[in-house]
């Protein structure tokens, strides 16, 4: 039997149809569904309030949309990331922000968390890529499962924090497990450990996996 290809869909259409649908994102002019789980809610859900803390406690000019897509102007793709922290002063040059919540420049944002779910390949890989193009100062993949290749989170896999810098134009990687205290150059005086994020969705401890 002969499978036909997807049928494609460009980025403007994708924003018209799916805009208000979190189920979807588009990469390539594919579309690629999300089924997140409960636990990966509360991890999601965990991660932003967290971050809102820090805003508030500095009185950063910065929010966390409950909904918002990225535009990537030179592909047919547009993300939605669990998590996203945009800086609102760069809202201004933001030319479809008033019409709706989308994103198209790496100005505006200043950190982007994913939680890792069963595509993780496009978290490590595809959107590490894209984001650190789009100029995303940080990029957290919040792994807590444990799921990434061995490439990524090592030989003995476990729940993971990769936090992701932007040095120049490439990110500078730092992994984070068990007790280790978060690092981040956006909330620098963040008080977070690894574990406190990773268990957020109650799983169990996964530890020695090969």
């Not at 406690?57 to 929010?63: E, I, S």
């Given at each position: 039997m002969v499978q036909s290809a997807p049928k494609l869909i460009d980025v403007n259409e994708f924003i018209t149809q799916y805009g208000d649908n979190n189920n979807y994102e588009l990469i390539d002019g594919e579309l690629i569904e999300i089924e997140p789980t409960g636990p990966h809610e509360q991890v999601s859900s965990f991660t932003?309030?967290?971050?809102?803390?820090?805003?508030?406690?500095?009185?950063?000019?910065?929010?966390?949309?409950?909904?918002?897509?990225i535009k990537l102007l030179a592909t047919s793709t547009a993300f939605r990331p669990d998590v996203i922290v945009l800086d609102q002063t760069q809202l201004i040059n933001e030319p479809l922000w008033q019409q709706e919540p989308v994103i198209t420049s790496g100005k505006s944002i200043k950190l982007i968390a994913e939680v890792v779910s069963t595509n993780w390949q496009n978290d490590y890989a595809r959107k590490v890529e894209d984001y650190a193009l789009l100029g995303v100062p940080e990029y957290w993949i919040i792994d807590y499962l444990g799921l990434g290749g061995r490439e990524y989170i090592g030989k003995t896999k476990q729940p993971t924090i990769t936090i992701c810098k932007l040095i120049e134009d490439e990110y500078q990687k730092q992994l984070f497990q068990d007790d280790a205290q978060l690092v981040s150059s956006i909330f620098t005086n963040l008080q977070l450990t690894a574990k406190q994020v990773l268990s957020a969705g109650g799983s169990v401890n996964i530890v020695g996996r090969v």
């Open positions: 932003s309030r967290k971050l809102n803390v820090e805003i508030d406690r500095h009185n950063l000019p910065y929010f966390t949309p409950h909904r918002c897509l």
